[in-house]
Each structure stands twice: as structure tokens, then as C-alpha cells.
């Protein structure tokens, strides 16, 4: 059978792995929760988003870090960025709903970045456009839990890469 989105682009996109003092890694809950919700109602996720026409991988994670989180630049240090691009695809249920139907996906590059500020700094609606209801910090290797079924492969991969320098 062929796939009838496989003519769709995947759309950039940047992801941040915001970690703590601690080794714990921040979570949202969004607003918008999209797919089918587990047992508790709740997914979480980290920070991520689109790279804007000529905006650089880390000047896309840091804005998207300062949307989501309302985290300035100077309570961060960036440690590391994925090697390669993940890849994942949205369930069909959602392409078309999603990114005005443009996309069948997106293929992210991952940063680790180690937050140096108080929990008081983290600010979710200092955007105009809060996308997270609350937040956490959780041990990472809860993450592939936390998240929606179709993103597991890609934290499980973020993990792996990023685990050693957490």
C-alpha cells in the first residue's frame, strides 16, 4: 500500500533538552494536548518548534526555549547538539490538522542545555502564546515514558546521545 503523505516534507524543527543542576530534565504539559491521551489524561514533553526562514539551529533553540519556558539566554549553557537529524512521522490521524497539513512530520536536531537559573525563572506564559500548562523536572530516563507514542523512538535516540554528558 502506498503511503498517500509520503509526497509531504518533514518540517525543521529544533528540540531542547533543558537539564538542571540535578541531571533532571523539564517537561511540559501543553495546552493543546494533541493524540491520544495515556491513562493519567497527560503527556509531557520538552521544548521544541520550527526553525524560522534563516535562523541558525541555536538561535531557533533559543527562542523556542524563551517561548515555551520564558528562560533567558543568561541562566543557560549550551553542552551539546545531536549528530544527525531525527526523523519522525505524525500519526495519519493528525497530518493534515497540524502545520496547515504542509508536513507529514518533522526532523529535529536536539541541544542539551544545562539551566544554572532558580525554578522562579522559568516563566510559561511570558510569550504571548503559552504552549505548556505546568511544568516539572523529571529523571531523564522517564522521558521515552512521558511522551506521545509517535515521539518515543526520537527521545529514546535523545537520550542515548545526550545521556553521558547529563
Known amino acids: 500500500m502506498t503511503d498517500p503523505f509520503s509526497h509531504l516534507p518533514y518540517r525543521p524543527c529544533v ?18 494536548t494533541r493524540g491520544q491521551p495515556d491513562e493519567g489524561g497527560v503527556y509531557w514533553q520538552m521544548p521544541q518548534g520550527g526553525i524560522d526562514d ?74 504571548d502564546h503559552p504552549e505548556f500548562s505546568e511544568w516539572r523536572w523529571i529523571d531523564p530516563v522517564e522521558l521515552p515514558e512521558a511522551i506521545v507514542p509517535f515521539k518515543k523512538r526520537v527521545y529514546r535516540a535523545v537520550l542515548d546521545e545526550f545521556r553521558d554528558l547529563i
Open 15 to 32: 528540540g531542547i533538552m533543558l537539564v538542571n543542576q540535578h541531571g533532571h530534565a523539564f517537561v511540559g504539559k501543553r495546552i493543546d
Open 54 to 127: 534563516g535562523e541558525d539551529l541555536h538561535q531557533a533553540a533559543l527562542r523556542e526555549l524563551w517561548e515555551e519556558t520564558g528562560v533567558e539566554e543568561r541562566h543557560l549553557t549550551v553542552i551539546a547538539q545531536t549528530r544527525e537529524e531525527l526523523l519522525y512521522d505524525l500519526p495519519e490521524e493528525l497530518i493534515g490538522k497540524l502545520w496547515k497539513g504542509q508536513y507529514r512530520g518533522q526532523r529535529q536536531h536536539w541541544v542539551l542545555a544545562r539551566f544554572s537559573g532558580a525554578d522562579e525563572d522559568i516563566v510559561l506564559d511570558r510569550h
